[in-house]
């Protein structure tokens, strides 16, 4: 692993049912997020991590939760997906939350939620 | 609110001169980051730019006037393989990221 691995790289997906997308990255970055990305939308982030142990809600994040047990891996889950969760997710991390140091992403998800 | 705007498409020529311009309305200002990302791919890291003035990598320089709200992208002797978006993202003062929609850069020979 080099970077940031995000799985699956698509899925489809019935509505109502439950879904954890994955991220993993081998960089030891302190700060992890998940953004989704829409035709015409800018990113928009939907949960962060500064470090592990702690998360936060970004901009969107109803209908999604998070975790982060170690510094590694932070998972997204969607407890009853939605058509609305259509998107392409995008993990990303950062070696420090403080704004100082670059987003890192990994190749994305592509959600199709039916 | 806070927002970001730059043009949706610009279309340049092989071995000109492009420049994409991004102008932001953020709460607090922290830094202006530029990306590219080319289809169906991850956004990759560009430049990033904090204080007034022009930052130069190379091919792409990136421009900022703070008093302005204000950035630009430019990118010289254009080759096939820039043809991608380039996302502008603002940092406000809550060290929050506002992206724009992103420039999608065609290429023609």
């Known amino acids: 692993i080099a970077g940031i691995t995000q799985a699956p790289t698509s899925q489809i997906l019935a509505a109502g049912r439950r879904m954890t997308l994955r991220c993993t990255q081998d960089m030891r970055h302190n700060a992890m997020y998940w953004y989704r990305q829409d035709l015409g939308l800018g990113l928009r982030l939907i949960h962060y991590s500064n470090t592990a142990g702690t998360t936060g809600k970004g901009e969107v994040p109803d209908g999604y939760s998070v975790s982060r047990a170690n510094t590694d891996d932070f998972p997204l889950t969607l407890a009853s997906a939605v058509p609305s969760q259509t998107s392409v997710y995008f993990c990303?991390?950062?070696?420090?939350?403080?704004?100082?140091?670059?987003?890192?992403f990994g190749n994305g998800t592509r959600l199709t939620v039916t | 609110g806070q927002n970001i705007d730059q043009p949706t498409e610009m279309t340049a020529t092989e071995g000109a001169i492009v420049q994409i311009n991004c102008t932001y309305q953020t709460s607090g200002f922290n830094g202006l980051f530029w990306y590219q990302q080319h289809a169906g791919e991850a956004p990759t890291f560009l430049s990033y730019?904090?204080l007034d003035g022009l930052e130069e990598k190379g091919r792409f320089s990136s421009f900022l006037s703070r008093s302005k709200g204000y950035s630009y992208l430019l990118l010289k002797e254009l080759q096939m393989k820039d043809s991608a978006s380039y996302l502008c993202a603002a940092m406000d003062s809550n060290y929050q990221l506002i992206w724009g929609a992103g420039t999608k850069l065609i290429i023609k020979p």
């Open positions: 730019n904090v």
């Open positions: 990303a991390s950062s070696l420090t939350g403080d704004g100082n140091s670059p987003l890192h």
